[in-house]
């Protein structure tokens, strides 16, 4: 995130032959919102005076109390590289929601997360994550729609033309250089139409914000190249899904808070506890993390997705991995997360069981010395291995009774989302699906 002041972005705005300023926010199930303003209301933008109406965003508020406001963070401003400046450029800054008070908005998934960072930085740290947000690339027809046919039968680090998204994915990788981002590596995943492109880790918020942008990135440009991208967990059936791994570490007075050299795995007792804090409530934050009915169709089913909570010190089984780098290197990856999931609320949501971990000084269970998938259920009772949520179902009622996370994303959050999944779950099971018609008709 680059330090940007208001005359900042004026300047940038005179300079790039910028027309129309698009305010992006994100709604309580990760759907990016946008409001386009022309510079002629950019001093009333920059002064939180755009208003909306709240009660047309699903999970915000109802009609009576529909005004809603929205506050831009300069330092998100960026002129949008598929836009061409002769012709005015188009720009966009990621804003929070206020109430028609100016106070924060408790259904804004980004003022969740902020909160929540008060309170880490109020105990001395710095919150860095690192996601890693794969997709897929479908065929499209006539009229652009997605067919159910990926772009390529290319696998793990195959090149073209075998690999048939190496263009759309360059693409990709320069368009979001252009915008900012350190690009560290980019290939194809293991399934076929199945790609990854990492870039940098930053602090919450600003990777937060990172992930809004790359899901538009990749759909535009992959749009652009006549391919459907999708975020959807596990598309096709004996295959790998997608995943939002997410690499993190807390810094203290510019060290790896994680990071100890006399243990021998390590990892300081602030990690520990760490590991201890997700691992206690890892059931209770899956339905942010994991969003949607297909999510569980992903995990468990053996092609390196988590079905068990635990952590290990390399092995990619449980929900946990420690990877091998240490030094200021050292980092927790939780491996369960999907693109599903609201970004923001997801952090907030990982971050508050990994805090209150540390506050309580939650010890992990031992680590995994062997293969989850190589365990049956009786070995896996007999290790005290408790299971994450087999579905969404599973999952809302662990979220439902869920103190920690009602007190941490907020009531209003927490109700809003709630209510809205028990909904999806409740069409999902009343649907007759083809599955059904074929085994039972």
Same mark, same amino acid.
């Given at each position: 995130m680059s330090d940007l002041?208001?005359? $900042?972005?004026?300047?940038?705005?005179?300079?790039?032959?910028?027309? %129309?300023?698009?305010?992006e926010f994100t709604d309580v199930f990760g759907k990016s919102k946008n409001v386009a303003i022309t510079p002629h209301q950019l001093d009333e933008s920059l002064n939180n005076e755009i208003m909306f109406d709240g009660s047309s965003i699903k999970g915000f508020v109802r009609v009576?109390? &529909?005004?809603?406001?929205?506050?831009?963070?300069? &330092?998100?401003?960026?002129?949008?590289?598929?836009? &061409?400046k002769k012709d005015g450029a188009t720009a966009r800054m990621i804003c929070d929601v206020l109430t028609p008070d100016g106070e924060p908005f408790p259904g804004c998934p980004r003022q969740v997360l902020k909160r929540v960072l008060d309170e880490m930085h109020s105990m001395g740290y710095e919150y860095f994550?690192?996601?890693?947000?794969?997709?897929f690339l479908f065929e499209t027809d006539d009229q652009g729609q997605p067919?159910?046919?990926?772009?390529? @039968?290319?696998?793990? %680090?195959?090149?073209?033309?075998?690999?048939?998204?190496? $263009?759309?994915?360059?693409?990709?990788?320069?368009?979001l250089e252009d915008m900012g981002f350190l690009i560290e590596a980019s290939h194809h995943e293991a399934a076929p139409g199945q790609h990854e492109i990492d870039f940098r880790y930053d602090t919450a918020l600003a990777a937060a914000d990172?992930?809004?942008? %790359?899901? @538009?990135?990749?759909?535009?440009?992959? @749009?652009?190249?006549?391919?459907?991208?999708t975020f959807m967990p596990k598309p096709l059936k004996n295959s790998h899904g997608t995943c939002m791994h997410l690499n993190q570490s807390l810094f203290r007075d510019g060290k790896n808070a994680f990071r100890s050299d006399s243990d021998e795995n390590g990892l300081s007792e602030v990690a520990y506890h760490f590991i201890g804090g997700m691992i206690r409530?890892?059931?209770?934050?899956?339905?942010?993390?994991? *969003?949607?009915?297909?999510?569980?169709?992903?995990?468990?089913?053996g092609f390196e997705a988590p079905a068990d909570i635990g952590w290990a010190a390399g092995d990619r089984s449980p929900l946990i991995r420690v990877p091998a780098a240490r030094?200021?290197?050292?980092?927790?990856?939780?491996?369960?997360? $999907?693109?599903?999931?609201?970004?923001? +609320?997801?952090?907030?949501?990982?971050?508050? *069981?990994?805090?209150?971990?540390?506050?309580?000084?939650?010890?992990?269970?031992?680590?995994?010395?062997?293969? *989850?998938?190589?365990?049956?259920?009786?070995?896996?009772?007999? @290790?005290?291995?408790?299971?994450?949520p087999k579905t969404l179902g599973e999952a809302l009622q662990e979220l439902e009774n869920s103190q920690l996370m009602k007190e941490w994303l907020g009531p209003h959050v927490h109700g809003m989302y709630l209510n809205a999944k028990k909904a999806e779950w409740d069409e999902y099971n009343?649907?007759?699906?083809?599955?059904? +018609?074929k085994k039972y008709l």
């Open positions: 002041s208001s005359d $900042d972005v004026k300047r940038l705005v005179d300079r790039d032959n910028v027309r %129309f300023i698009n305010l009576e109390e &529909s005004d809603m406001y929205l506050a831009p963070d300069t &330092s998100t401003f960026v002129t949008l590289p598929w836009r &061409s994550v690192g996601p890693e947000v794969e997709f067919k159910l046919e990926t772009n390529d @039968q290319a696998g793990y %680090f195959d090149l073209g033309p075998v690999d048939g998204g190496e $263009d759309a994915r360059r693409d990709m990788c320069l368009t990172k992930v809004s942008t %790359f899901k @538009q990135v990749v759909k535009r440009v992959a @749009q652009e190249h006549g391919l459907h991208a409530h890892a059931r209770e934050f899956a339905a942010i993390t994991n *969003a949607s009915v297909n999510s569980y169709k992903r995990l468990g089913s030094g200021n290197a050292t980092r927790v990856e939780l491996r369960n997360p $999907d693109p599903t999931a609201n970004h923001y +609320l997801a952090l907030a949501a990982v971050l508050s *069981a990994g805090m209150v971990g540390i506050k309580e000084k939650i010890d992990p269970p031992p680590r995994f010395e062997q293969c *989850a998938y190589e365990l049956n259920d009786e070995e896996k009772r007999e @290790q005290g291995i408790q299971a994450f009343q649907e007759v699906h083809r599955w059904e +018609l």
